[in-house]
């Protein structure tokens, strides 16, 4: 069983982190580390924004 505390990162915190993956050359799991947050979670967040991408297209 997990934490009965999940973190919770805003949208834009999310944006910040996967722009940060996409404009620095560096892996998922260096930023997440450089953050302090799970490779994991940062992951999912660019997953979904790409789905989102793909359907609105922005």
Request: proline fraction near 0%; aromatic fraction near 6%; charged fraction near 35%.
């Amino acid at each position: 069983m997990g934490s009965k505390y999940t973190k919770r990162y805003s949208d834009e915190y999310k944006r910040d982190a996967i722009d940060l993956v996409r404009s620095s050359g560096r892996t998922v799991t260096e930023v997440a580390r450089e953050l302090g947050i799970s490779s994991e979670s940062l992951r999912v967040s660019a997953s979904a924004e790409k789905v989102v991408l793909a359907h609105y297209g922005k």
